[in-house]
């Protein structure tokens, strides 16, 4: 099975960045489209970007602009570059992989088949 470990969820203060990584393994990791998903106290979990295996990517309209996904396939990795931090971004941030053939990159959440076990990243005002 696909294992997904995300990692450098911590707090920062507004306007602050942050990147988050996630690695993954037991799959050929070029071959998924990956993502990260989010979701705070009392919230549905919501997409906040994906990347599919030509590298297309795909943005909620909330982060466009300020946040950043990427993926390393050398080192079974997805990134998620934060930027200009707001205390509303606080949540909690999964991975997710979706085996390539499937894909379309959707920031649904049905599709995702695989789920990390979150980081979380708190922003203060």
């Known amino acids: 099975p696909v294992q997904l470990v995300e990692s450098g969820g911590r707090s920062v203060q507004t306007g602050g960045s942050l990147r988050l990584p996630c690695v993954a393994s037991?799959?050929?990791?070029?071959?998924?489209?990956m993502g990260w998903f989010r979701q705070a106290p009392g919230k549905e979990r919501e997409g906040v970007a994906t990347?599919?295996?030509?590298?297309?990517?795909n943005y909620a309209d909330s982060v466009k602009g300020r946040f950043t996904v990427s993926r390393d396939n050398a080192k079974n990795t997805v990134y998620l570059e934060m930027n200009s931090l707001k205390p509303e971004d606080s949540a909690m941030y999964y991975c997710?992989?979706?085996?390539?053939?499937?894909?379309?990159?959707?920031?649904?959440?049905?599709?995702?088949?695989?789920w990390g076990q979150g980081t979380q990243v708190t922003v203060s005002s």
């Open positions: 990347i599919r295996i030509g590298g297309s990517t």
């Open positions: 997710v992989a979706q085996p390539g053939a499937w894909c379309t990159g959707t920031l649904s959440r049905d599709p995702w088949k695989y």
């Open positions: 037991g799959t050929t990791f070029s071959s998924y489209c």
